[in-house]
């Protein structure tokens, strides 16, 4: 009864928070995500009665090197050294008038630190051949409604690797959702714009998930955010979709950002927090957190070459012999009671659009049992990616 009662207790309060986030902001349109990388502009053409459409696209593999393979035997991630498919996408657009639409559809990879490297035809079956695609209503500049497969609001990466500093995503990226079906709302006014969403959390298909963020621009260089995300009820045990995570969208996960941009510099640290509750439904002994801090930033040299960097920590919750180690590995590639820390260099050229760039990235975990990356002995990696391709 005791643990009933705190469970209950943990709950209304996540629903409080959440609620007053939905009823206080009057709702951005997305997640701050810095990226040296920047796409042509689009190709523009009419489509009879949908009027004018933007088409976009991306074109890009890479190549890798790392000293501790974690992937599972015959699978790329277990290579020392191998080549991929990064991004094979087109993006079709319809950006004015009262309703518009946004598709992304192709093959994408997911390379993460910390994570085994996936195939790009193992990362498509997480969210399908179209991994966004929404529809939004826009009665006028301020506001719009979108509904569909969403970008999460939650962290300062993206989930295509063109959309980052850096090749790999972060150790902070690999806790965080990235796409997730439902409604959302954006609103702005002045110098404030935010973002309400009730969806399915960890691509759940059960819409019982709120996420907020709330930006506010203190002048062009500066702008801080605030984001959120928990669930409203009980989760899904087990989901045929394989982007599913009911550890994850069981949890709370709170964060704030903020970034500099002027002149050559874009300089973007945060800090975020996570907090998964017992649940014997989902076979999580007992609650733990998870938190961490990561720095990103970016310098132009000049009109072609920039150099990126990301360093980042994060301390996994929970005692050694306590059976969450699955829980937390599951979410973080890191046992219970560790913790990691990353540094991640990525020199990058573009013109016009053509770009490469390379990564150099170092990460050190360990926990008191002697674990460390992926629940092994190993408890540090060195990897270097290399990726090119083009944009139009």
Known sequence: MLHHN????????????????????PMIAGVAQASPLSMPAPLTFSAGPLGKLDVQGIASGMAFYQDFPQGAAGTM?????????????VIIQKNTGTLQFYIQAGAYSFPTLAAAIPSSTSDINFFGAMPVAYLKYAPSSDYSV???????????EGGFTYQNINIARGLLWDVEPLVSR?????????????????????????????SGLLSYAINGSNTVSFYAQGPLGN??????DLAYSSYGTSSDIYGVEY?????????????QYMHTPQSNRLGIAHSFSNYGASVLADYSFTNTISLGSRVEYLDVGGKPGEQISGVAASLTDLPADSHAWSITLTPTYQDGGFFARADLSYVA?????????SGGTNTTQL????ETGFMF
Do not use: C
Not at 146 to 156: H, M, N, S, W
Not at 235 to 240: C, D, G, L, Q
């Open 365 to 373: 975990a360990s926990a008191p049992a002697g674990l460390g990356l």
């Open 235 to 240: 989760v899904r045990t087990s989901s045929p």
């Open 77 to 89: 991630g277990a290579k020392h050294v191998g080549a991929d498919i990064t991004n094979g996408m």
């Open 6 to 25: 705190a469970n209950h207790a943990s709950r209304s309060l996540r629903r409080s928070v959440l609620a007053a986030i939905a009823l206080s902001l």
């Open 259 to 271: 970034v500099y941009s002027s002149g050559p510099w874009m300089i973007e640290p945060y800090v």
């Open 383 to 386: 990897r270097g990616m290399l």
């Open 146 to 156: 979108e509904v569909g497969k969403l970008p999460t609001l939650i962290g300062a």
């Open 182 to 210: 439902g409604v959302q709302f954006n609103a702005s006014k002045g110098p404030i714009s935010a973002s309400v969403s009730l969806n399915d959390g960890y691509y759940s298909n059960r819409y019982n998930v709120m």
